[in-house]
């Protein structure tokens, strides 16, 4: 099994003290939060195209580096790096081929209800105010989206003078990055 099998190497990684090297304070030496997508490609990818070492940043991820309300999980994590972690600035990464370009909110419920969530409990979501079509709907154009994203962090009331925010995109079969809206 796959997690016994990480719980096991866990242990040898420990007891041969393999974490040393990685040991560094909760401050990112770059000043830097980055908000990325998930994607497994990036994984080692990105902070190997942008010199990122252990420590260098605050990394925040979700499913295509999409941000819509200005007070969710992601913003609020944004915020907290800046003021209590000490980061200046917020990089918006979004990439080429991201499998949320173009994703189909319907075809995503379809897969809810194949995968057994009940229609009653979507009808329950919904009478909540959870909008499905708004929070699975992906993006046509990657430009756009990290310029939309960047916008929300850069427009929130919160966000104090001195954080400048960044929008770029990453090619993510040969780590090139171009920049998109500079902060």
Known sequence: MLLDDMLEYNKKFVNGKKYEPYQTNNIPNKRTV???????????LLPKALNIQNGDVKMVKNA????????????????VA??????EQV???GHHDCGMSHADPAA????????????????????AGVDL?????GFDD??????????????????????DVHGLVIDPETGKVDLVTNG
């Open 64 to 79: 295509g580096a999409i941000l819509r309300d200005p007070f969710d999980s992601v913003m609020k994590s944004i915020l």
């Open 133 to 137: 079509e708004n929070e699975f709907k």
């Open 108 to 127: 995503f419920k379809q897969s809810l209800l194949e995968k057994g969530v009940a229609e009653e409990t979507l009808a329950t979501l919904a009478n």
């Open 91 to 93: 990089m918006v990464i």
């Open 142 to 163: 990657v430009e756009d989206s990290v310029r939309d994203s960047a916008s929300v962090i850069r427009n929130h009331p919160l966000l104090p003078s001195y954080a």
């Open 34 to 44: 980055i908000f990325t997508c998930m994607d497994t490609r990036l994984v080692e």
């Open 82 to 87: 800046i003021y209590e972690l000490k980061a």
